[in-house]
C-alpha cells in the first residue's frame, strides 16, 4: 500500500503558474524497478482521466502533448515525492490533478485524493 498527498492545487490566472507537489509515504525511484513510476493525471468535468506527466524510476518521462514546453515534472533525491511545475496556464488546464505511483513493476497502483486546478480566462 502507498499513501500519496498532493498539494499546491489553487486558482490562478491564464498565464499563470502553480506547483503541485506529491508525497508518497515510501520511496518510489528507489525501487528495484525501472518501471516503476510516479505521474501526474487529470480530471476535467465530464472528461475521462488523461495523463499529464510522468516519470520512471530510470528516468524516463512522459508528457501529454498538450502540456509539452509549459509542464515540467521533476523529483526529489530521497525519491519520495514528485513536482509538476506548470507555467503558462490556460483555461483548458482545469481540472483535478491527482498523483499516481505505480510500483512491483507496474503491477500495482495507487492515487492520492486529488487537488483542484481552475485557471480563469
Known amino acids: 500500500q502507498v499513501q500519496l498527498v498532493e498539494s499546491g492545487g489553487g486558482l490562478v490566472q491564464a498565464g499563470g503558474s502553480l506547483r503541485l507537489s506529491c508525497v508518497a509515504d515510501r520511496s518510489i525511484f528507489s525501487s528495484i524497478y525501472s518501471s516503476d513510476a510516479m505521474g501526474w493525471y487529470r480530471q476535467a468535468p465530464g472528461k475521462q482521466r488523461e495523463m499529464v506527466a510522468t516519470m520512471t524510476n530510470g528516468g524516463s518521462t512522459v508528457y501529454a502533448d498538450s502540456v509539452k514546453g509549459r509542464f515540467t515534472i521533476s523529483r526529489d533525491n530521497a525519491g519520495n515525492s514528485v513536482y509538476l511545475q506548470m507555467n503558462s496556464l490556460k483555461p483548458e488546464d482545469t481540472a483535478v490533478y491527482y498523483c499516481?505511483?505505480?510500483?512491483?513493476?507496474?503491477?500495482?497502483?495507487?492515487w492520492g485524493q486529488g487537488t483542484q486546478v481552475t485557471v480563469s480566462s
Open positions: 499516481n505511483a505505480r510500483i512491483n513493476g507496474g503491477l500495482s497502483s495507487y
